[in-house]
């Protein structure tokens, strides 16, 4: 198989599909490798290092899309990347759809097979290739709250872990998932008052035994989640519903009452946001004020540390990669029931429930697209 590896185009997006190693493995599986001049460049990897792993370089995103039959990316298509999908390619990478209508209509209409990074499940229900993500979003998370809190940024002039004789930030996150025990981890190394409220008993338990009394556990009613929420300086939103649209937690209403220059840093932007206030923000301008409230909404977070950020995800997404290039995209789904939901459209139809439901789509089961998808082909 040709997998292309095109440059990120989303606004500061300095991550790579395929690391310069990756494209090693690539290669020694017996697999060509087009990558887009510059495309690593955000994670310190040239096209020289490129070239001495065995990929071609191309010298732009056109030519790397008519090259290949697998497209492997980091974020979702842009516009001008989806119109230049095929029925025949196979595109590998992070899609969020559900609250993405544009996307899925393109996607829809291209005929290609696409599969996403972040509903591709594992043995125990987990979200493995959304992981190291998670994981650098919610590290990122308080770094991003802390700086939001500073006066030049609107915030309260807060110092998120005080000093000896004056009380530290009170930080509060929401969902007690990957996102939010690595934001306690960081909350915590930093000195700030930190609380979790979740539903599930399980997560709070196993977040108490690790962080013991340095965190607040709290099951999460909607009078709890009021109180925590107004007493906060820094709220981080870390809920996660896979594959579909985040659940808005926090009302307008809720917004308006909270302390003058306190933060939101949600982390679920990508699935729509968890507070009515969000809309999605970018590296160039990445918070704006409502309500005296700063909110930092920036969609492609682990972006702004590439390197560790794609070496992480590389980590993760490369097993599956091998087995759709060596295997071909049927047998290497329908082989592995834990990569199969990671299809979401093939053929123009949807074969995510979540997806389809979200935006008013026909849900197809995706073995039967799979099966209709290859019928299409030998027709």
Request: glycine share 10%.
């Amino acid at each position: 198989m040709r997998i292309g590896v095109p440059k990120e185009i989303k606004n500061h997006e300095y991550r790579v599909g395929l690391t310069p190693d990756s494209v090693h493995e690539m290669v020694a599986h017996g697999h060509e490798v087009v990558v887009e001049t510059n495309a690593g460049i955000g994670i310190g990897a040239s096209d020289a290092d490129y070239e001495a792993a065995g990929a071609k370089i191309l010298a732009t995103a056109r030519e790397v899309f008519d090259a290949a039959n697998m497209i492997v990316k980091v974020k979702e298509p842009q516009a001008v990347e989806r119109a230049m999908l095929r029925p025949d390619h196979i595109l590998f990478t992070y899609l969020h759809l559900a609250p993405d209508a544009e996307q899925t209509a393109d996607l829809v209409k291209s005929g290609a097979t696409c599969i996403a990074y972040e509903t591709v499940v594992d043995a125990r229900g987990g979200l493995p290739l959304l992981v190291p993500m998670s994981q650098v979003a919610g590290r990122l998370s308080v770094i991003a709250g802390a700086k939001a809190l500073e006066k030049a940024q609107g915030g309260s002039g807060t110092l998120i872990g005080g000093v000896p004789g004056v009380e530290p930030a009170k930080v509060v996150v929401i969902g007690g998932g990957v996102v939010g025990s690595h934001a306690i981890t960081m909350a915590i190394g930093l000195g700030a008052d930190v609380a979790v409220l979740d539903r599930n008993t399980t997560v709070l338990g196993n977040l108490a035994q690790s962080f013991g009394p340095a965190l607040t556990t709290v099951y999460s009613t909607k009078s709890a989640l009021e109180k925590y929420v107004l007493e906060a300086d820094v709220v981080i939103g870390a809920v996660l519903v896979a594959g579909a649209a985040a659940p808005k937690l926090v009302s307008r209403d809720l917004v308006s009452r909270m302390k003058p220059g306190s933060v939101l840093v949600d982390v679920a932007i990508d699935q729509g946001g968890c507070f009515e206030t969000s809309k999605a923000t970018t590296h160039s301008e990445p918070t704006y004020v409502v309500d005296e409230v700063v909110h930092y909404c920036v969609a492609n977070m682990p972006g702004a540390v590439p390197k560790t950020s794609t070496y992480a995800l590389n980590n993760a997404t490369l097993p599956f990669a091998l087995a759709l290039a060596d295997k071909g995209a049927k047998k290497a789904l329908l082989d592995d029931p834990h990569f199969l939901p990671g299809l979401n459209v093939i053929g123009g139809k949807v074969t995510c429930e979540a997806v389809a439901t979200a935006l008013g789509y026909d849900y197809v089961d995706p073995k039967v697209a799979l099966e209709q998808a290859k019928a299409s082909a030998a027709a």
